[in-house]
C-alpha cells in the first residue's frame, strides 16, 4: 500500500469477502454503456488490510484473517488453499504439460471455477486426498479431511512444503512425480 498525493495505490489486492458482489458489478458494466456509467458512482465501503509477503507465521495469520472474515458464506477447508502460489502453480503444470484422451486437463483448484465441458476436469479436494493417501497414509484423514488443508497442524505442508515452509512452485520433476500419483 502507497499513499500518492490524494490517492492510495494497492497492489496485489485479494478480495476476501465481496468477490461475488466484484464479479456481479464487472458483468453488468460489460453489457451495456449505461451499467458502466452508473458503475462510476457507486461508493463501496472497503476494509484493507495490508499483510507482509511470505508465509510461516505470516501466512498463517493471512489464513486467520480470511477466515474472520468469510462467516456468512459455507466455507470448506480447502477454500483457505485453493488461491495459494503452489496450487495455482500446479494448475498451471497440468494445463500446460497434461492430455487425457486428447482432451486438454484441468485441475479445479478452486471450487466455484468454470466450466471446461470439452476438458478432463478433477478438483483440489480429489487430488489432495489422492496423494496423501499414497505418499503418507490412506488411512490418517478418512474422518478428518480438514486435516489435509492445515498449515499449522495438518498434513498440507508434509505434502506442498519444505522444511515446514509452503513452497510456491515445484520442478518439473517433482511435478511429473505427484501427477503420475493422481493418474495411478
Not at 453489457?31 to 507465521?57: A, D, F, H, M, W
Not at 476436469?121 to 478418512?142: H, Q, R, W
Request: aromatic content about 12%; glycine content about 4%; overall charge positive.
Amino acid at each position: 500500500i502507497k499513499i500518492k498525493d490524494d490517492a492510495i495505490i494497492c497492489e496485489n489486492l485479494q478480495i476476501i469477502n465481496g468477490a461475488q458482489t466484484v464479479k456481479q458489478i464487472v458483468k453488468a458494466s460489460l453489457k451495456n454503456q449505461k451499467c458502466r456509467e452508473s458503475i462510476k458512482k457507486i461508493k463501496v465501503l472497503t476494509r484493507i488490510t495490508e499483510i507482509s509477503q511470505g508465509y510461516g507465521t505470516v501466512g498463517r495469520f493471512q489464513q486467520k484473517v480470511v477466515t474472520s472474515n468469510n462467516t456468512q458464506n459455507s466455507i470448506k477447508a480447502s477454500d483457505f488453499v485453493s488461491n495459494d502460489q503452489i496450487q495455482q502453480d500446479i494448475a498451471e503444470k497440468f494445463r500446460k504439460e497434461c492430455r487425457y484422451k486428447g482432451k486438454q486437463v484441468i485441475y479445479q483448484h478452486k471450487r466455484f471455477s468454470k466450466k471446461h465441458p470439452a476438458a478432463f476436469v478433477f478438483k483440489l479436494e480429489d487430488f489432495i486426498k489422492s496423494l496423501y493417501a499414497f505418499k503418507i497414509d490412506p488411512y490418517a484423514f478418512s474422518n478428518k479431511t480438514n486435516l489435509l488443508y492445515s498449515k499449522t497442524d495438518g498434513a498440507y505442508l508434509d505434502l506442498f512444503g519444505e522444511d515446514g515452509d509452503e513452497i510456491s512452485s515445484m520442478r518439473i520433476d517433482q511435478f511429473k512425480y505427484i501427477a503420475s500419483i493422481w493418474w495411478l
